[in-house]
């Protein structure tokens, strides 16, 4: 077996159900679960109608590089979105359909990384844990950047050396963040521009949350759209990862796509091929559908607002919590030890949060994730309502 496979750490929710063992929540109660950050949104009628339509595509073997339709949909997509000059990305060159951001954003380390040499990934901490089992199993040493209150929960790219830099191949940028919530501003981004160009690595950008953002007026910024700001047209060193899974409230569709440098995704389209991980016909077809339309994601903002209003105005007073720059995550500061805050809370109010020390790992004895924990407001607004009032309870008790 592959000796990197007994570098993975358990999944923050293996931890959890180990946390809980042994336990009995409240019978009168019903479960409440604000752990999972899978949207409970309806998926939208466009997307049913459109997969509907498709399945006779079932009888047709796709293309890894996918449909010229689905890339030009991607491509008339970000454009749009982020105001890149019009046709300095190639549909052809540039573009590549995935199966969700998941396995992209874990099989992406294995096709760029030169394990010959002593190759280190750089990702934020606390993170989506696909960004360090992607780096033990290229080969790779994950180095962590603290994303604290002092940072605005964005890493400190000051703080890290030259050497640090240039043994750099790859840096996992996640904006907005997952758990915090926070958004990279366009100044860090043009300066990690700068050091990719002086050290040489690739960005990987996980956008995923993009589109979930709480002022209209103040969509995130993106990483292609700075690069063209800064005249890198041709996007070298740069890559982007979306998803519908939250866009457009279709997680199980598991479809994304990952656009960029051609070079790159050249690359990455070889290893892919051998892979084996074409999109489905009728996945692809359903796929255009949803990125040719907004109405439904504006729809999904306002949801997610009306439930941050509802939620924090009831634990604002109670607890450190504030609004989020995006995404539909509450990173909150507890008292007491995250772990036996989120035991306890299951324990006597039957209420799912996810510790944050599980989502980060200790540098320097120091945890960036302890003694705070993450809220997905995936649930309904009467569920999130609960969940607050429930905490609310279990904290002035």
Known sequence: MNPDLNRLQPYPFQRINELKAGITPPADMPLVSLAIGEPKHPTPQIILDAMQKSLSGLAHYPLTKGMPELRESITAWLTRRFKLPENSLNTETQVIPVNG???????????????????????????????????????????????????????????VDDATWDACQLIYLCSPGNPTG????????????????????????????????????????????????????????????????????????????????AEILTKFLLYRTYHGCAMPPPTQITSIAAWNDEAHVLDNRNQYREKFTAVLDILSPIMEVKKPDASFYLWAGVTTDDETFTRDLYAQQHLNVVPGSYLSRDVNGINPGAKRIRMALVATLDECVEAANRIKKFIEK
């Open 182 to 261: 926070a958004v990279v501003s366009a100044e860090q981004i043009k300066q990690l521009l700068a050091l990719a160009e002086k050290h040489d690595f690739i960005i990987a950008s996980d956008e995923c949350y993009s589109e979930i953002y709480l002022d209209e007026d103040k969509p995130p910024v993106g990483l292609l759209e700075v690069a063209a700001q800064v005249g890198n047209t041709d996007y070298k060193r740069c890559v982007v990862f979306h998803s519908l899974s939250k866009r457009s409230n279709a997680p199980g569709l598991r479809s994304g796509f990952i656009a960029g440098d």
């Open 101 to 159: 951001t998941r396995e992209a954003l874990f099989s992406f380390a294995q096709a760029v990384i030169d394990r010959s040499k002593n190759a280190k990934i750089l990702m934020p901490n606390p993170f989506y844990q696909i960004y360090e089992g992607a780096a033990f199993l290229s080969g790779a040493e994950p180095v962590y950047l603290a994303c604290t209150a002092d940072n605005n929960f964005n890493p400190d790219f000051d703080a």
